[in-house]
């Protein structure tokens, strides 16, 4: 079935930590998976994304991992700041019947303190 | 993202009416989504659509139509029947194949009056 979990739902940092956010996806074939920062009011938008012929990405302080035989994939956030504050979705392809679509995740709200 | 625009920013709903969000993309993208988000939540597919004149019920149709005459453009009409309209809708292009990324636009919030 088509499944995303997400966790945590909500994350405290103080500014300057790291942040981990992890997500699970259910369907074997997903390949591709994308991570969306959500600011108040905002649109969600795209910050970084991997395929599965990778294991890790970087772009400045934020990285993903993925490791597809345990199915998982994770947001990293180095060296915090109050701008990282915002909701984070996860999302993984599903396939059905000819037709793809995002599965999102729940969504992790990060709070980076100053 | 520039290449899709969403309209109005706001829209007010009576009881009993019909009302219709506009999307379009210049993206040339195939493939069209709408998504509902409640206050806190997280985002909730309507419909989608892979191609011109085919579109797919998403999660929480209900309440919902959409139509998909021109590659460009995807309205959603949030029908009487949906009874609890009130929420920020988002939609969202994405272009052929299982590995692109989604763009969204910024959204309509809608209200009851």
């Known amino acids: 079935g088509e499944n995303v979990e997400q966790h945590p739902s909500t994350l405290s940092v103080q500014e300057g930590d790291s942040a981990v956010i992890k997500c699970t996806y259910s369907d074997s074939a997903s390949n591709y998976f994308p991570w969306y920062k959500q600011e108040l009011g905002k649109r969600p938008q795209l910050i970084i994304d991997?395929?599965?012929?990778?294991g890790e990405k970087k772009d400045q302080r934020i990285a993903v991992t993925l490791n597809k035989t345990a199915k998982h994939f994770s947001l990293h956030i180095t060296e915090t700041q109050p701008e990282d504050s915002a909701v984070y979705f996860c999302?993984?392809?599903?396939?059905?019947?000819?037709?793809?679509?995002?599965?999102f995740g729940a969504g992790t709200r990060l709070a980076v303190h100053p | 993202d520039g290449g899709i625009t969403q309209s109005p920013k706001y829209l007010f709903r009576k009881e009993g009416q019909n009302v219709t969000l506009s999307c379009e993309q210049n993206?040339?993208?195939?493939?069209m989504y709408w998504y509902r988000q409640d206050p806190g939540q997280g985002l909730r597919l309507i419909y989608y659509?892979?191609?011109?004149?085919?579109?797919q019920k998403g999660d929480i149709a209900e309440g919902y139509s959409v139509s998909r005459e021109k590659k460009e453009s995807f309205p959603l009409t949030v029908t009487s029947a949906q009874k609890n309209p009130t929420a920020f809708y988002l939609c969202a292009s994405r272009d052929r194949g299982y590995n692109q990324p989604q763009h969204f636009g910024d959204g309509t919030r809608l209200s009851i009056l």
């Open positions: 991997i395929r599965s012929n990778v």
């Open positions: 999302a993984a392809p599903y396939l059905s019947g000819g037709y793809n679509k995002l599965i």
């Open positions: 993206l040339n993208h195939d493939a």
């Open positions: 659509s892979q191609i011109v004149n085919d579109f």
